[in-house]
């Protein structure tokens, strides 16, 4: 990582990721690895740093580093049928830890077609799944305030993986609104962003104003989630 704060994406940032869903190979990749470092790496280290000191300057009780947030452009091919070797986007968390398996989280997605900012809660395993679905069920007006400042800047629930049926133990729920957010396998909501927020400061000021809005959702799923995982870790080895 550059000792330089962010200062945006450099202008060769998407068309490099285009390039390198046609290309795929490594003879290709090290051929561009400058371009890679320096535009798509360096920056993406340095919007981490930048953005945990901004979080600690305003309270916010989310942080990231270079270190621990940032996705490898890599992809783990071990277990998949797609052989490509390469990620065609960025990835990034934020969360309490800035450890990427921490619960609840803020992402940043930076694809040609594809760049957003989701929060929430993605991946759950499934105690802590059942808990926050639980905890929708007891108390959905909380939830919906929990997610009103997320909806009212634009961000709309990730329903990928959706249930076609009631989770079981839910089919009771008669309230529409409330049975439709227990079919959701992922807590969390997204926005696009406009390509433009790549070429300077303005994308710090937006993951803050994200994270904002995505406190009250975040404290609403740390309540249901955090007694699961501290139950799990009292049990022994």
Not at 118 to 138: D, K, N, P, S, V
Not at 163 to 187: M, N, V, Y
Request: aromatic fraction near 10%; proline fraction near 6%; glycine fraction near 8%.
């Amino acid at each position: 990582m550059s000792d330089a704060g962010y200062s945006g994406f450099g202008s060769q940032t998407l068309p490099f990721l285009k390039a390198l869903g046609f290309h795929q190979s490594k003879e290709w990749f090290e051929e561009n690895r400058s371009i890679y470092e320096a535009e798509l790496q360096q920056p993406m280290a340095a919007l981490m740093e930048d953005l945990a000191a901004r979080f600690r300057e305003e309270d916010i009780p989310l942080t990231s580093s270079a270190k621990t947030s940032v996705f490898r452009i890599n992809r783990d091919v071990r277990f998949s049928k797609n052989k490509e070797p390469y990620k065609t986007n960025l990835g990034a968390v934020v969360t309490r830890s800035g450890a990427k398996k921490d619960p609840g989280l803020l992402y940043i997605n930076i694809a040609p077609d594809n760049c957003f900012v989701g929060a929430g809660f993605y991946r759950l395993e499934g105690e802590e799944l059942r808990a926050f679905r639980e905890a929708i069920a007891g108390k959905p007006d909380e939830f919906r305030t929990a997610t009103a400042p997320l909806i009212e800047r634009g961000h709309s629930f990730i329903d990928r993986d959706k249930l076609k049926r009631p989770p079981r133990g839910f089919e009771g729920i008669e309230d529409t609104e409330t049975l439709e957010l227990l079919k959701l396998k992922h807590i969390a909501l997204s926005r696009p962003f406009d390509q433009k927020l790549l070429g300077g400061h303005a994308l710090i000021d937006e993951m803050v104003e994200v994270a904002r809005a995505a406190l009250p959702l975040l404290e609403f799923g740390w309540r249901a989630v955090d007694p699961i995982r501290a139950a799990r870790a009292e049990q022994p080895a």
